[in-house]
């Protein structure tokens, strides 16, 4: 068993860790091209768990499963970036995700991920990495959260969380690189929506892809 601990920068929901950048954590702890993370309870921020036969531990709570995946689906198409920065004009945010480290608006330490349509069951957003992170794979499954949850249609009125990830990060951005995030509705079942997003890089290469299941909230 190994430990560990979610710096409370990296936040989702206030006081909990973001879905996709500990899916990355983890994800980095598997041998595999893609990896599925199935999220059990809320991460904890700044608290110590136990990482081991596939499980996140907090104390005796299951917060999290991981282990080898497969990916089913295409990855959503890319857009330009200038068409991604005219689609995060039309972003609208609220006081439950302003101060995500991905997509909050109110958070200028985050990744200020807005996505907004490009198309009915579309969304996208610019991202430049800076050099207050680490360009890693946690960051880049942190990039491929957010713009699957704002393609669900009533984000703002009916919200979901991250329920399970599977990603795949063949590449890495530079610092300073100008790429597009893409998120793209696949369906929906009940409580539960199925996305996928991707992100790109300048130059048009895939950097990352994954498939979501968000679960909304009652």
Known sequence: MTELRVPRRFNGPPDSANGGYLGGLLAQRVDAAAVTVVLRSPPPLDTAMTVGGGQLLHDATLVAEFGPGELEDDAPQAVSYDRAV????????????????????????????????????TVAAPWIPDDSLAVDTALLWAALDCPGAWSLPEMLVRPAVLGRMTAAVPDLPEVGEQCVTVG???GESGRKAFASTAVYGSDGRLLGRAEQVWIRLP
């Not at 945010?93 to 069951?121: K, Q, Y």
């Open 86 to 121: 005219e689609a995060g004009q039309f972003y609208r945010s609220s006081d439950t995700f302003s101060s995500c480290f991905v997509c909050g608006s109110a958070r200028a330490d985050g990744l200020r991920i807005g996505p907004g349509p490009v198309l009915d069951d």
């Open 184 to 186: 793209r509705l696949r």
